[in-house]
């Protein structure tokens, strides 16, 4: 097997230190020396580190993506050494020979021979920017279950406010509550707390407000909401600094909100998760394989196996899901076609990531070629193929028992 790089360096790292395997010519022409070294994780075992392979004159160093604890180490290497990330998966040892010494050893010789290929690990603005809407995303997380423990412990007081409103900790619902919280009782004077159009379920909201709700009940809830506006504000000041993380993608932004279904928020996520620099992504299927959103391949002996999506990043996935459900329900547009078309034969799961790969493929042609987006239409497949459309409306008639005779309109 031809050798791509004679001089590198493989790195198993843990959280407390990092074997380093450094291969090298040996003093035999065709033979190769791996010596293995143990660093300390903290930073001037890291920035020694880089001293001595750079002194070593390694052309690539490679570790494995374990949990966060690369980064120390390729944060502080990429400006000065070659460095890759890989993923542990596409690098794994042979079973049964599996220690931390020959891990980093056997990446070295994975690198040597140019076996691995690098993740993509974006540059530090986009980081910070990830970073900020990851943190949004899983606060968001947190509020949200905070909502549904504040439901179900209302359900112990009898108050079934949440039977009644759309979103408990609304206006409408956020009043009623505090008011409870703060001692009244009275389900009259808490339902006419109602805002807007709610003030048409008065009657519901005044037989729902009827429970025994108890000192113990208004300490919970209160606990609840206050959590809850901690929790918001944190958003907040998160939104805050996205928008002005987001500034110098402010170009990339607006163009993927003209998407159906992606709403600045999940415009955010995909600019983070993806850096908005589609050069990264050869194909658009690529970015799809990438983020999870498109069937594995698994075939033996002929024989296609199990193909599901494979996990791919988990937080463009979540984004993706969200702007595919609103594309689903938009009206007049070519996704929610295409998922109507979809959902009859394959269920609501797999026509879900169908619109999801769609919403990608589309933001990589935008951002990789600058294209605006091109609404195919409502129409789209009837325009396509008019006389499949045709056959099918006369067999849906004919299957109801009807007797269907064609004329065409005189043009």
Known sequence: MDVVHERAAGIDISKRDAKVAVRVPGK??????????????????????????????????????TSDYWKPFYYLMEDTLPVMLVNAKQARNIPGRKTDVSDAAWL????????????????????Q??????????ATRDMTRVEQRLEKFLESSGIKLSAVVSELTGVSGRLMLEALADGERDPV??????????????????????????????FMVHEHLNQIEQQQAMIDRLTERIEEAILPFQAARDVLVTIPGVSVLVA?????????????????????????????????????????????????K?????????????????????????????????????????????????LRN?????????????????QRTRA????????????VVITPVAA
């Not at 070519?334 to 493929?361: C, D, E, M, N, W």
């Not at 099918?392 to 007797?403: K, T």
Request: hydrophobic share 45%.
């Open 392 to 403: 099918r409306a006369i067999r849906d008639l004919e299957a109801l028992g009807y007797n």
């Open 108 to 127: 070295a010789q994975l690198a040597a021979h140019g076996l691995l290929r690098t993740s993509f690990v974006p540059p530090e603005p986009v980081r």
């Open 28 to 65: 035999q022409t065709g033979t190769f020396v791996t010596t293995v070294t143990t660093w300390g994780a903290t930073t001037s075992q890291v920035l020694e580190l880089i001293d001595v392979l750079t002194a070593s004159r390694v052309t690539v160093v490679v570790m494995e993506a």
């Open 189 to 218: 004077v808490l339902a006419d707390l109602a805002k807007g159009v709610l003030r048409n379920k008065i009657p519901q909201l005044e037989d729902a407000l009827v429970g025994r709700f108890t000192e113990h009940h208004a």
């Open 129 to 138: 920017l990830r970073d900020l809407t990851r943190a949004r995303t899983l």
């Open 268 to 316: 955010d996520v995909i600019i983070a998760e993806t850096g908005a620099d589609m050069t990264m992504f050869e194909t658009a299927a690529h970015l799809a394989s990438w983020a999870g959103v498109c069937p594995g391949q698994n075939e033996s002996a002929g024989k296609m196996k199990s193909s599901h999506t494979t996990d791919g990043n988990k937080y463009l």
């Open 370 to 386: 600058g294209e605006a987006y091109d609404e195919l239409g409502a129409d789209y497949y009837t325009q396509r193929d008019p």
């Open 318 to 366: 979540g984004a993706l899901g969200v702007a595919a459900l609103a594309a689903s329900h938009s009206k007049g547009t070519f996704l929610a076609a295409r998922y109507r078309r979809l959902v009859k034969r394959r269920g609501k799961p797999r026509a879900i990531v169908a619109i999801q790969h769609s919403i990608l493929t589309a933001a990589w042609h935008m």
